[in-house]
């Protein structure tokens, strides 16, 4: 295993804050098990396991088997004993044997290109995933579950505004790529309607952007592109004027927000989960990475929404609510070192996809 990740792992599992004996001989069914979340999740609480002999169980429902043994490949001797795979999709889910304490439920579209060029698969895997998973949650009477939300619900604050859980934006349903913020809204008020009808105890983590060991290497999003011209020692050149700003979350802050939310939330609460000493403007970030690297930022500025990706925003999330929890964002990262941890991870496999 990664040293980089190995080293984030433990310092997951030596958390305090987080109530580990509530995990004991349970079973988490995690959905969106091969993402990145999804992946530092259960990574995470399978060291955790056996460091602290929880003898629980992780049930990672992923869509291809290959890709998830593939994925999961340094968790190998966990298989069958400690984590197993359920193949299938969250729209059909096949049939869960078995008891069910905890669910995770992150599997979503995450391309800003797929929200334009597909907004009803996107759409329908958010709205049909989130039902089936709420349903499985009502019929195993869960003691917790989390749905992974996003910041996009908040649409566009206002620069220099503190954005807290209840300051959900606007959106018209007649833009392609809202499909991704309108159905994470209305899954939001599905797990409230489950909590409120049904006693399903959902909870909500709106999710700041997340990166970490684990990316792709060509991983689409900023971040992974800041980290290629980083490695490569390539000019970064935006197709924006990089205005945009917001905070960004360390994927082992992610899992421990997660873990926090999940075992000590509120149910039909929401809690926002960044790191707020990480925010910035793009175009700040790609000055850091690129004095770091030697290199040059550039600018080829094209239309705004051309590529798919929302225009001018200022996320700057308050997590006081998260923190209240006893939530603490571990290690102090820079943005820079955080890329540079995030690279340490990339397997060459992954860079010759």
């Known amino acids: 295993m990664d040293k980089t990740f190995s080293e984030d792992l433990a310092f997951i599992s030596k958390a305090e ?46 869509r291809d088997i ?17 984590l197993s795979f359920v193949s299938g999709s969250v729209e059909r889910l096949p049939e869960i044997q078995g008891p069910v304490d905890y669910i995770v439920h ?35 009477q869960v003691k917790g579950f989390v749905y992974l939300s996003s910041m996009e619900v908040y649409g566009y604050p206002e620069k220099g505004h503190k954005v807290t859980e209840s300051d959900i934006g606007t959106f018209s349903p007649l833009e392609l790529r809202n499909s991704y913020p309108l159905s994470k809204v209305q899954c939001e008020s599905l797990c409230y309607a489950y909590g409120r009808e049904y006693g399903v105890p959902a909870k909500i983590v709106r999710l700041t952007q997340t990166f970490g060991p684990g990316v792709n290497y060509n991983d689409g999003r900023i971040f992974a592109y800041f980290g290629r011209c980083m490695r ?35 149910p039909g609460q929401v809690y926002n989960a960044a790191d707020e000493d990480t925010y910035c403007s793009i175009a700040e970030m790609a ?19 051309s ?32 890329i540079e941890r995030m690279l340490s991870g990339v397997r060459v496999s992954e860079k010759e996809m």
């Open 106 to 140: 992150g599997a979503s579209q995450t391309s800003s290109k797929a929200f334009v060029e597909q907004p009803v698969e996107t759409i329908r895997t958010a709205i049909d995933g989130t039902i089936s998973i709420l349903e499985l949650a009502r019929e195993k």
């Open 287 to 305: 000055r850091k990475i690129a004095d770091r690297a030697g290199v040059n930022v550039r600018f080829d500025i094209q239309p705004e929404g």
């Open 17 to 62: 804050f987080i109530p580990w004996e509530q995990l004991r001989d349970k079973t988490i069914f995690v959905t969106g098990a091969t993402g990145l979340v999804g992946y530092s999740l259960i990574s995470a609480l399978l060291y955790a396991n056996e460091r602290r002999s929880l003898g629980l169980h992780v049930l990672a429902l992923v």
């Open 66 to 82: 290959d890709r998830a043994h593939s994925r999961f490949e340094e968790q190998k001797d966990c298989f069958g004993r400690s």
């Open 307 to 338: 590529n798919g990706f929302p225009n001018t925003l200022y996320m700057d999330l308050d997590t006081s609510k998260l923190k209240s929890l006893g939530w603490i964002v571990g290690g102090g990262y820079d943005l820079v070192t955080m």
């Open 232 to 266: 490569e020692k390539q000019d970064i050149v935006l197709k924006t004027r990089g205005e945009t700003e917001r905070s960004y979350l360390y994927t082992r802050d992610a899992a421990t927000a997660i873990l926090t939310v999940l075992l000590k939330g509120e």
